[in-house]
């Protein structure tokens, strides 16, 4: 649903993948946006309404994302297609991260995009860091890549933890990725990807890029 700049991105790349795409959207001339050699289906009408559902085949779909501008319009759409036509796979873009949480409680996967968009802009901004590799849905946990000052080698992986508090989901060693143990030993050229809670992400990196302090050991 909404065949915005996002909508038209997300069903030109599913056609391009190989599945069948219906887009809804109740301003015709929005479906001017789609390439000329896209072969799904255009629906006219509201992305809540069980008709213009129907007409796009939700009863047969596997998935469906609510993208258009308005947060009302994308929660009750996604209620709709969970509630009644029963579909698992549902996604819906919300602006306000505070309501975002709320949905994602009931059960409805939201992607809060104001706090995405932030982490993106800071991510370009301050490039040496923590690259979020993915978030979860509420935006509270992130996994991230994160820089390791040489300092660090020699340190075991349950120092680390404990003294940044968060925990490690895997090391990339010499191109293989493998999940260490608490008693494994950091060694140069290791690359960390760490579980932690979004907004320590900065605190955590900190401690991780500086030389850990000798009575810390």
């Not at 050699?37 to 469906?64: C, N, P």
């Not at 301050?126 to 390791?148: F, H, K, N, W």
């Not at 950091?186 to 955590?204: A, G, R, S």
Request: hydrophobic letters at 40%.
């Amino acid at each position: 649903m909404g065949a915005g700049r996002v909508g038209v991105t997300l069903a030109e790349t599913l056609e391009s993948k190989g599945h069948s795409v219906a887009i809804i959207d109740q301003n015709p001339e929005a479906f001017r946006r789609l390439s000329d050699d896209f072969a799904g289906s255009r629906v006219t009408g509201m992305g809540f309404d069980r008709e213009a559902l129907k007409q796009a085949g939700i009863e047969d779909a596997y998935a469906f994302a609510a993208v258009s501008s308005g947060d009302n319009s994308n929660i009750i759409a996604a209620r709709v297609v969970r509630e009644v036509f029963g579909i698992d796979n549902v996604v819906a873009r919300i602006y306000d991260p505070g309501r975002a949480q709320i949905y994602q409680r009931l059960g409805i996967t939201t992607v809060a995009t104001v706090r995405w968009t932030a982490d993106q802009v800071l991510r370009r901004m301050m490039p040496t860091g923590a690259a979020s590799e993915y978030r979860d849905a509420s935006g509270g946990v992130s996994l991230c890549e994160m820089d390791l000052h040489e300092g660090w080698i020699g340190h075991t992986v349950r120092q680390l933890q404990n003294l940044a508090k968060t925990r490690i989901a895997y090391i990339t060693r010499f191109g293989d990725a493998y999940i260490p143990s608490p008693l494994d030993v950091l060694q140069e050229n290791d690359v960390l990807h760490v579980i932690v809670y979004t907004e320590h992400i900065n605190e955590v990196q900190r401690i991780l890029a500086t030389v850990p302090k000798p009575e810390e050991d």
